[in-house]
Every structure is written in structure tokens, then in C-alpha cells.
């Protein structure tokens, strides 16, 4: 069955701010009338805002003790299997696993395996490579990166409703909003 209905989706609804005090109050409002899905642009890092808007922190300093710990435990593995099974030599009279010995490489390899866990955490978690995303629908978007701020509630928000969000982004002082397609 054949219909003439747009089935364009909603993605969201977008406000725009001309200052950074204003989307930080913006953000304040937002999160206080109890949308959680919302997501902030700005041509300059605020820390406030971030902090507004993210209150759950990433498990990114997990992953990368974990990398790191692996990294200990292999460089360790390896050079205890490598002195005591593989190739055993007695030099000396010396213990074959002499940990002490052991530990500058390991040290480096939990080094090597945190800074890739870091590397490869970040550009997963972040959801990299994006070279599309629905706020570009948006015309006045391509001015997030010069000297406007956005501020997004996403249709996947329990709380959204599409007239109702857009009457209250109206309401924090928006200089204008707008719907985000797909």
C-alpha cells in the first residue's frame, strides 16, 4: 500500500543560544524538567556544561587499568615461561626466574597496553568514525563552530513530546528552535 505521508523522522529538537551562560542555563532547566537524552554544541569546551548535562562518567579509566594490568601480567608471563620452560639457562648458578629482571619490560608493556586500551576506548566509546550525524540537517547548525550554541532533547527521551519540548526550549530564551530530522 502506497501512502503520500512524509516518513521523515523526528531525531530531535534543536535550540539555539548566543551565549555560553545562557545554554548553561539553558542546560540547568532542561535536565531539572527531567529529560535525560540531551546533548549540548558549542564553538568552546565549558566544563559546567559538561558537567550538567553527563553527570555519568565514562568506564573508559576501567578499561584502560585493565589494559594496563594485562599488559604487566603478559610481559611477565612471557618472560617467566621464556626463562623457566622454553629456554632454561643456568649462568652463574643464578635463579631461572628472577623476577627482578623481569620488571622494566613489564613495566613497559603495561604502558604500551594502557596507552593502546586508551586509543582504541576513546574512539569506540565515542562512537568515532561519525562523519554523519542529524543535527547537520539543520542549517544554522554550521554555526556551532564559530560563535552559536546548540542545545539538543532527543525524540528518544521518555519525557519527549515533540510540541511540548519545543514550547519549553521556547521558554529557557532560545533565539530560535528547531526540529532535527533524520
Do not use: C
Amino acid at each position: 500500500m502506497h501512502t503520500n505521508e512524509s516518513t521523515t523522522s523526528l531525531h530531535g529538537v534543536m535550540a539555539e543560544f548566543d551565549s555560553a551562560q545562557e545554554i548553561v542555563d539553558a542546560a540547568r532547566q532542561t535536565m531539572a524538567q527531567g529529560f535525560t537524552k540531551v546533548e549540548a554544541y558549542s564553538p568552546v569546551p565549558i566544563e559546567e556544561l559538561n558537567d550538567i548535562i553527563h553527570k555519568t562518567r565514562t568506564i573508559l579509566p576501567k578499561l584502560v587499568l585493565t589494559g594496563g594490568i594485562t599488559g604487566m601480567a603478559s610481559g611477565f608471563a612471557l618472560q617467566f615461561w621464556a626463562s623457566t620452560m622454553a629456554y632454561p639457562m643456568n649462568i652463574g648458578g643464578r635463579p631461572q626466574a628472577s623476577w627482578l629482571t623481569f620488571i622494566i619490560p613489564s613495566y613497559e608493556l603495561t604502558i604500551l597496553f594502557a596507552a593502546l586500551t586508551a586509543v582504541v576506548g576513546m574512539i569506540v566509546l565515542s562512537g568515532l568514525p561519525q562523519p554523519y550525524h542529524p543535527v547537520f540537517n539543520v542549517d544554522r547548525f554550521s554555526m556551532a563552530s564559530s560563535d552559536k550554541f546548540f542545545l539538543v532533547v532527543e525524540s528518544a527521551d521518555p519525557k519527549f513530546d515533540q510540541q511540548a519540548t519545543t514550547e519549553f526550549l521556547r521558554s529557557t530564551g532560545a533565539k530560535g528552535v528547531y526540529d532535527v530530522d533524520e
